[in-house]
């Protein structure tokens, strides 16, 4: 089993012309994690979710949409507190920016579970949950924990600038979750923000040294990088593909990695893989992201569509 850790939120996304200079807006399910949740179960991996969700509408639909693709929602806590809100803006290109409204929303007040299943072989984290308390800091205490029990920790931390009150206090506390991490995932412009330089390979390179066994690049419509500790290097091409928009790529990226790195049997802390392995795996995610982009929000594929694609 694959536990994905973190928040659940409410996508508004366009959904037409404007009227009175005001966006017509449309609710999505939405959030790194969940969608990264949504995405393994769609890929055929056991998958469980693990954070807090309102009791409110937005929270049951949330809660269907888990269970609608197979995901086990035993570790979802419950709160009378409103769902989070991010509003969505499609920019050029079809990539996405948002706005969040957080103040007193139900996710931020996780708790730290006594146990996760037995089953549970690997856990990720990512975005928003590491960043407000006081969730953060049972988020953090969780991934600490697992990593402590032999689990394989794989972290994708999805910046949003607008929620990060002291940048600098934020990159230190990222710099010390990676002796935790098996594997790293971010984009160039994430590693860029977090390491402060242009190259992002450079900041890869140094995180390596901290912890991770493998940092994983994405490079948008130009691809994915792996770099791992042993000194190797993959890069696979982007899908060209006409984008309706981005929401969602990224968090199917963490899935098809995932899901693909067990393939291999490498779902294990320590465990490597070879060149031609990583190839494998990163041309499954590009594949996998690539269908996302093909649709308007986030809408990861399931594993029958990458079959029927090629792509499997």
């Known amino acids: 089993m694959i536990v994905v850790a973190g928040e659940a ?119 928003c949950s590491l960043v407000l308390e006081p969730g953060a800091s049972a988020y953090e205490e969780l991934m600490r924990r697992e990593s402590a029990r032999g689990r394989y920790i794989a972290l994708d931390p999805n910046i949003r600038p607008d929620l990060i009150a002291d940048p600098d206090a934020y990159r230190a506390r990222f710099r010390s979750w990676l002796p935790y991490v098996s594997l790293l995932k971010l984009s160039e412009e994430d590693a860029a923000w977090l390491a402060g330089t242009a190259d992002p390979v450079a900041a890869a390179r140094e995180w390596l040294a901290a912890g991770p066994g493998t940092v994983v690049l994405t490079r948008g419509a130009d691809g994915l990088t792996a770099l791992t500790r042993a000194g190797g290097r993959t890069d696979v091409p982007g899908e060209r593909v006409a984008v309706a928009d981005t929401i969602g790529a990224g968090d199917t990226v963490n899935a098809a990695l995932l899901h693909r790195i067990d393939h291999h049997g490498a779902l294990v802390p320590g465990a490597t893989l070879g060149p031609d392995q990583w190839h494998d795996v990163l041309g499954f995610a590009a594949r996998a992201a690539a269908l996302t982009c093909t649709r308007a929000g986030a809408q990861p594929p399931y594993a029958g569509e990458l079959a029927a694609a090629g792509a499997v």
């Open 9 to 127: 939120l409410i996508d508004l996304v366009p959904a037409g012309p404007a009227a009175d200079d005001l966006p017509a807006l449309l609710p999505k399910r939405g959030g790194g994690p969940f969608n990264t949740a949504v995405a393994l179960g769609r890929l055929g991996s056991r998958t469980a979710f693990c954070s807090r969700l309102s009791t409110d509408q937005f929270g049951e639909a949330l809660l269907r949409g888990l269970a609608a693709d197979g995901v086990d929602t035993s570790l979802v806590q419950r709160g009378p507190e409103p769902t989070t809100l991010a509003v969505t803006r499609i920019g050029a290109g079809g990539s996405a920016s948002y706005g969040f409204y957080t103040d007193g929303t139900a996710d931020r007040l996780f708790r730290l579970p006594q146990e996760l299943p037995a089953a549970a072989r690997a856990v990720h984290f990512g975005t």
